[in-house]
């Protein structure tokens, strides 16, 4: 265990108990997403309920890309040519089964999911200490995922806090072997990878950065919350990416979405990413990358033969193209994303990366219910969203009286 954080006995959130994995409507909401249950509220702590209009897209950002993962898993490693010989010209439309069920997430929600606990740990963190690493803390947060995949490193993670209790987390849905190498070697939380690798394992687990900038500094400028995303998404890829491309183009992905969260339009929103981009060393072939991707949604009607011109979606600029040009092209959630997934290449994380932007674009009610139903952790992906919508509400810090509700957090998401 590393000395740097606290030692403390496990303080394990029983998933049973109710918390672990929330319902939607456990803060009050009387519309429960399709699919998934109801259940009785675990305590009579009041909590802070998040604002309608950030719910709805913090809970599309979440759950849009987990939906673009599902559709895009049974077929990462298709090619189009095969897709359409299985399933007809139009392709992937819902669910095929992959990993033994219908709606299987892979390890891009898996990570998305842990980049969310760490980013909140983060703010426990700063709240009560005044100052915190937050891309350390993040990748203690990978550690955890790193177990849940039945791997570990020289350093080892403290299994607290209620995610890790998630049983249908530990499950491998065909990690990337450049997360997968980085993180069994690290020696300390917060060690960078001896590695120059630009794949997408960055771009596509960051999207909640880009949430919590928008929700901490919701007084700000958009410039100035999009400037802290693209910084933080990059760092928090550089944590297993070495390539400045991988680290910018995950950047990138925080950026759009804090700007998207905001209410910016798509066009609007890429303008200011694109600026900002520009003023980063190494941005070259993420910004060409958005560009092209631009160009063509604007040549013509949207089709997979465009996309294949952007590339396959395995390196981490490809894979921001083809999402942004899905968004742009089919102007909606669910031709967006089926846009994402059919084609040659990394189907289910260029699903996922699109299904982020659309869903925190056009919001939670975008997505279609059959994709909502039977979706693989979603009653854990609207938890997240939720909490991720309302932390700086928390009564946690030396300047909140404390109180059981301090308590309550604390647990879920413990200060390391
Ligand atoms: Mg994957």
């Known amino acids: 265990m590393f000395s740097v954080f606290r030692r403390k006995p496990a303080a394990v959130v029983a998933p049973d108990a109710g918390d672990g994995a929330r319902p939607p409507d456990a803060a009050g909401d ?10 009785a509220p675990p305590t009579r702590l009041h909590r802070p309920k998040p604002l309608p209009e950030l719910k709805r897209r913090w809970r599309g950002c979440l759950i849009g890309g987990a939906v673009g993962d599902a559709l895009g898993a049974p077929v990462e490693f298709k ?13 992937v439309h819902g669910y095929l089964e992959a990993f033994g069920r219908f709606g299987a997430i892979t390890d891009d929600t898996q990570m998305a999911m842990f980049t969310t606990e760490g980013l909140l740990r983060a703010y426990t963190h700063g709240a009560l200490q005044g100052s915190v690493d937050v891309a350390a803390i993040v990748d203690h947060a990978y550690l955890r995922w790193l177990h849940t995949q039945r791997s570990s490193a020289p350093v080892q993670p403290v299994l607290d806090g209620w995610l890790v209790n998630e049983t249908a987390l530990y499950a491998s849905r065909v990690p990337g072997a450049t997360v997968m190498q980085s993180l069994q070697r690290k020696q300390f939380p917060g060690e960078r990878p001896r590695n120059h690798s630009k794949g997408a394992g960055g771009a596509m687990r960051v999207a909640p950065v880009g949430l919590y900038c ?21 760092e928090i890829a550089s944590l297993t990416h070495g390539h400045p491309t991988g680290q910018l ?19 609007e929103a890429l303008d200011l990413a694109c600026a900002l981009l520009e003023r980063r060393p190494g941005h070259d072939e993420t910004l060409a990358a958005i560009v092209r991707a ?5 040549a013509g009607p949207a089709s997979a033969d465009q996309i294949a011109r952007l590339g396959e979606g395995w390196i981490a600029e490809e894979a921001v193209a083809i999402a942004v040009y899905s968004a742009l092209a089919a102007g909606e959630f669910d031709a967006g994303v089926r846009l994402a997934v059919n084609h040659d290449g990394d189907s289910d994380t260029t699903g996922a990366i699109a299904g982020n932007l659309l869903g925190v674009l ?9 994709f909502t139903n039977g979706l693989e952790l979603v009653d854990a992906l609207v938890a997240l969203a939720d909490d991720l919508a309302t932390f700086p509400l928390w009564p946690v810090g030396e300047f909140q009286p404390a ?4 308590e309550h957090w604390l647990e879920r998401y413990p200060a390391h």
Not at 30 to 39: H, I
């Open 403 to 406: 109180s059981d509700l301090s």
């Open 294 to 298: 631009r160009e063509l949604a604007a």
């Open 362 to 370: 056009h919001g939670i009610e975008s997505i279609p219910t059959r």
């Open 30 to 39: 009387p519309t429960p997403l399709p699919g998934t249950t109801r259940r």
């Open 214 to 234: 928008a929700r901490l500094h919701e007084g700000m400028s958009d410039e100035r919350v999009a400037r802290h995303a693209l910084e933080l998404g990059a």
């Open 249 to 267: 183009a995950a950047g990138a992905v925080a950026a759009l979405v804090a700007l998207l969260a905001r209410g910016r339009p798509l066009a």
């Open 79 to 91: 090619s189009l040519e095969e897709i359409r010989a299985e399933l007809g010209p139009g392709g």
